[in-house]
């Protein structure tokens, strides 16, 4: 067998690293320059690959082509390869082949990173045998390459399930479906929740399938199934606890499970345990280690309080959907840091949470005629800009001692950062210096 693989980033060199362990004939190509430490791998693991163009008729002789899950179906090279009848899949599936433990594998528009790390956490501390991996830290591939485990719980963006073909976990979680990279898929949402809805495509009733039952797209899709794993319907929490009752496994969720913030939080950990409690996790267990776990930079982090002003970073919002879920999570006025590279956002529903919690609008991003356009008949103070130090001296300088700074873009980061974690890293480090004067 001959593959090939296009991307030499984490998933095309985690592939390279599997395929070549399998004995597999393996070779990796790659538009742009491949980063020197993955490059590095390659040549230390005998890996032919070529970086800056692609060779057609060397890819075109592959019996079967993984493409980085960056890459989208309307790429060329990828059309290229359908008119030649040549099978195309994601790392994901090609990993699953040569995985012996159970997984759990979890996606949704917003929570995933959090949610999986919770996963792991919980089994971790119990004493499995578990690996994280997927679209966070290590490539499932080339987590298979460093060992063999009895849990992996995988984080799975809607580009790693686009290439899904027997990919079948034995626990499933669908966090949500709200508006997210709809520039992929022709800003429609039916097709990126096509594409979510992927992760059930092989289960069966011996599997589990953790679900928002108020998630109106996933209902329905579920209602059109003959073939269903079992369902575990997780409403979103509407009081100040979640009460979790799972056969011998009961007890409540307070407010702010494991020292995280929001009712979205709370969500996310009643679905943590669930999947925890179906990998057989006793509730005493589970009850002793959710304490113990502290929340994921980026995602609602405080990061300290110049004047006596609580600063939080939530660079890893860029959809509305996940800025929604931050501003509800203050009940104290905000001065709202937002802006980026716009994804096709509709911004109409957060008027009204703007409206009720929001002080001042703070706009950081190389264009931001679309956040003003959109917030301007608030009447709000809305000040514009492209430097975060400016940005937020401008944000102390409206608040006041207990009140809140509130970084929570709901756009992409790439127009004035690397990427959100450059954008949140380079905020706490700015927020830090003030606090030092």
């Known amino acids: 067998m001959r593959l090939v693989i296009l991307g030499g980033g984490e998933s095309g060199t985690g592939a390279a690293l599997l395929a070549k362990q399998q ?35 060397t890819i075109q002789s592959a019996d079967e082509v993984i493409k980085s899950p960056g890459i989208p179906d309307k790429a060329i090279m990828v059309r290229q390869l359908r008119d030649h009848h040549i ?37 971790h501390t119990a004493g499995y045998h578990v690996a994280l991996a997927g679209n966070i830290g290590y490539s499932f591939a080339k987590c298979l390459t460093k060992s063999s485990y009895d849990y992996y ?27 997210d990279h709809l520039d992929r898929y022709h800003y429609a949402i039916e097709a990126y929740a096509k594409v979510k809805l992927n992760i059930l495509r092989n289960m069966g009733p011996l599997d589990h399938f953790i679900y928002n039952p108020s998630d109106a797209i996933t209902t329905q899709y579920l209602q059109a199934q003959q073939v269903l794993p079992t369902l575990h319907p997780i409403d ?75 600063c939080y970073n939530d660079s890893k919002s860029t959809n509305i959907a996940s800025t929604t879920a931050a501003l509800l999570s203050f009940s104290q006025p905000i001065i709202w840091i937002a802006g980026g590279i716009d994804k096709g956002n509709t911004y109409s529903p957060l008027l009204p949470i703007v409206k009720e919690r929001v002080k001042a609008i703070i706009c950081l991003g190389k264009e931001n005629s679309a956040i003003v356009k959109a917030f301007y008949p608030l009447g709000l103070p809305i000040h514009e800009t492209d430097n975060l130090s400016s940005a937020i001296d401008s944000a102390l300088s409206i608040a006041r001692p207990g009140e809140v700074i509130l970084l929570s873009p709901a756009c992409a980061s790439f127009d004035l950062f690397k990427n959100f974690e450059d954008r949140g890293n380079q905020f706490k480090d700015k927020v830090k210096e003030r606090i030092k004067n």
Request: charged content about 15%.
């Open 236 to 310: 979103f929490p509407s009081t100040d606890s979640s009460n979790f009752n799972k056969e011998s496994c009961s007890f409540a969720i307070s407010k702010s499970p494991a020292a995280l913030l929001g009712d979205h939080n709370r969500y996310n950990a009643t679905v943590a345990v669930t999947a925890a409690t179906l990998a057989g996790l006793p509730s005493e267990t589970i009850a002793a280690a959710l304490p113990k776990f502290c929340g994921l930079p980026h995602r609602l982090e405080w990061c300290g309080a110049p004047q006596g002003i609580d």
């Open 87 to 123: 099978p195309i899949i994601d790392e994901i599936e090609f990993a699953a082949r040569y995985a012996t433990g159970k997984i759990i594998a979890i996606t949704g528009s917003n929570g995933k990173s959090t949610t999986a790390h919770l996963i792991y956490h919980l089994l």
């Open 153 to 179: 719980v995988l984080e799975l963006s809607s580009f790693q399930l686009e290439g899904i073909r027997y990919f079948k976990p034995a626990i499933a979680c669908l966090l949500n479906i709200t508006p």
């Open 23 to 57: 004995g597999i004939d393996v070779f990796v190509s790659d538009a742009a320059t491949i980063p020197a430490d993955y490059k590095d791998l390659l040549i230390n693991h005998q890996i032919p690959f070529e970086e800056g163009g692609h060779t057609i008729a």
